[in-house]
Nanobody, 124 residues
Framework: QVQLVESGGGLVQAGGSLRLSCAASGRTFSSYAMGWFRQAPGKEREFVAAITGSGGATYYAISVEGRFTASRDNAKNTVYLQMNSLKPEDTAVYYC?????????????????WGQGTQVTVSS
């Protein structure tokens, strides 16, 4: 069982930056690939970024590539999402998710555990 707790969301102006954190429980954090997803009001949850258990590989949605960076510190059981050059369309609740094993799927059904989400609001 893995418990995930996101933090770092907030209100920021367009062009600004935020760093989200996701702290995980458990002793085998490096065995889990981690994903970031977001959900805006009235829309489906969508893939944002993923990172392998070792942190050696990442994958991004086209909409955020070049602006967002996923990283992790396995010693701290924490994964991060650095978000730069934020746009109003980035406004959403952001979720981290864990998947046991390899791969960086972009579909929610392949992730086993989810955090409660953190709100990110980007004003124009």
């Amino acid at each position: 069982q893995v418990q995930l707790v996101e933090s770092g969301g907030g209100l920021v102006q367009a062009g600004g930056s935020l760093r989200l954190s996701c702290a995980a429980s458990g002793r085998t954090f490096s065995s889990y690939a981690m994903g970031w997803f977001r959900q805006a009001p009235g829309k489906e949850r969508e893939f944002v970024a993923a990172i392998t258990g070792s942190g050696g590989a990442t994958y991004y949605a086209i909409s955020v590539e070049g602006r967002f960076t996923a990283s992790r510190d396995n010693a701290k059981n924490t994964v991060y999402l650095q978000m730069n050059s934020l746009k109003p369309e980035d406004t959403a609740v952001y979720y981290c998710a864990a998947r046991l094993g390899d791969g960086m799927p972009v579909t929610t059904k392949f992730y086993n555990y989810w955090g409660q989400g953190t709100q990110v609001t980007v004003s124009s």
